[in-house]
Every structure is written in structure tokens, then in C-alpha cells.
Nanobody
Framework: VQLQAFGGGLVQAGDSLRLSCTVSRRTGSNNALGWFRQAPGKEREFVASIGWRGLGTSYADSVKDRFTISRDDAKNTVYLQMDSLKPEDAAVYYC?????????????????WGQGTEVTVSS
């Protein structure tokens, strides 16, 4: 299974950005999908997760009410809409496929990872 994330870039604080991640085959359609991020010098952290068929979502407190995760299983794609971006949101963002069908924030619950896409937010 391969995941390809794209959509990162340089934006200003307050701007919006949408990340996309395609999964190479339909394995992901029965599994929860998630987004994580890692800033320089910091550990990878959970951002958002969405369950099978979009049933249930979970967000990190730091992004709740600003970020929205969604999925289109017909396109094998998961999205992360990021609004009201802050400088502290700058990081490399990774998408992942979980072992479970329910949304989960636990890194250990994810089995496949994509390469990252970098988001830079200027103040």
C-alpha cells in the first residue's frame, strides 16, 4: 500500500490550505485514515482521523474547529482542510491508514504511512 500526500506550501497566518492524500488501493476504504504532523525538533503528533465511510472523526485539541478531515472512498483519497492557519501549525504533514475501522488518535494503531508534505506558515 502506498500513500501520496500533497498540497503543502507556504501560506500566511490566517490563510487556508487543503491537503490531499491518495491511497494506492482500496485497502484504505475499510479502515480509518488519519493525518499527523511533525515540526522540527518535535515528535510526530496526531492531527485528525476519520473512520470507515466517514463514520466518526477525531481531532487534536490544537486544531479542533479550524481543521476538517474528510474522505472520498471512490477516489481513495483523504483530505485535510486547514483554516485559520497559525505559525505553530507549520510542520511536515503525514497521512496514514489505520488498522481499525474506527477513527483513532494512537500512532501505534496506524499501519501504513505516506511521505510527508510540508506546510510553512509565516506570521
Amino acid at each position: 500500500v502506498q500513500l501520496q500526500a500533497f498540497g503543502g506550501g507556504l501560506v500566511q497566518a490566517g490563510d487556508s490550505l487543503r491537503l490531499s492524500c491518495t491511497v494506492s488501493r482500496r485497502t484504505g476504504s475499510n479502515n480509518a485514515l488519519g493525518w499527523f504532523r511533525q515540526a522540527p525538533g518535535k515528535e510526530r503528533e496526531f492531527v485528525a482521523s476519520i473512520g470507515w465511510r466517514g463514520l466518526g472523526t477525531s481531532y487534536a485539541d490544537s486544531v479542533k474547529d479550524r481543521f476538517t478531515i474528510s474522505r472520498d472512498d471512490a477516489k481513495n483519497t483523504v483530505y485535510l482542510q486547514m483554516d485559520s492557519l497559525k505559525p505553530e501549525d507549520a510542520a511536515v504533514y503525514y497521512c496514514a491508514v489505520a488498522r481499525s475501522s474506527a477513527a483513532t488518535s494512537r500512532t501505534a494503531n496506524y499501519q501504513y504511512w505516506g511521505q510527508g508534505t510540508e506546510v510553512t506558515v509565516s506570521s
